[in-house]
């Protein structure tokens, strides 16, 4: 029986500001998430931004616009993946963006919405779950759920300052548009 871990963030200057920034009150998410994308965009090993910025996330958000069904798109979505061995977190982010996708009108942008969002959260578990019971913001696991929370509308608020992503999108404007978006975390 398998079980999954996750990794908690590299010890460096950049990340140990993230870490004081979780427990801190004072601190808004808003910045709190700019120290987040910040960190992560430096980070070798932890740079999820980077691998969204993949042909495959590109190819999956097309999928989802072509079809007007969520059950089509994720037939669609898993066979492309399949055909593509396509493998990874990128992977999974933007198939869990897809089905998110169509919750509310304008399917894109609310791909990208749980896209970035998503990666944010994923970002943030890695490290929140050992603060929890310190002091400051982070006493309970519900302090935890609503920081994680506010990150995630952070990230979303972001999305919606960089506007909508390429509705056909090529491997250079969804790089670009990828790239438009970490700017906006990262302010």
Do not use: I
Not at 10 to 38: E, N
Request: glycine share 4%; proline share 7%; net charge positive.
């Amino acid at each position: 029986m398998g079980t999954s871990v996750n990794q908690a963030s590299p010890k460096t200057v950049a990340w140990r500001a993230v870490m004081t920034a979780y427990g801190t009150p004072s601190v808004p998410p808003k910045r709190v998430l700019s120290l987040l994308a910040r960190a992560a965009s430096v980070d070798p090993e932890a740079n999820v931004f980077k691998l969204l910025a993949s042909p495959v996330v590109a190819r999956c958000l097309e999928l989802a616009l072509e079809h007007d069904d969520p059950k089509a798109a994720t037939v669609a979505v898993n066979r492309e993946v399949v055909r593509l061995r396509a493998a990874g977190l990128e992977t999974v982010l933007a198939r869990r963006a897809v089905v998110q996708s169509y919750q509310a009108p304008g399917r894109a942008m609310q791909y990208a919405r749980a896209l970035f969002s998503g990666a944010c959260e994923y970002l943030a578990s890695r490290d929140l779950p050992g603060l929890v019971g310190s002091t400051g913001r982070l006493r309970t696991v519900n302090d935890l759920r609503l920081l994680k929370a506010e990150l995630a509308r952070e990230a979303e608020r972001a999305v919606d300052r960089a506007g909508p992503p390429p509705t056909t999108p090529t491997p250079q404007s969804w790089r670009e548009y990828t790239e438009a978006v970490l700017r906006e975390l990262q302010r």
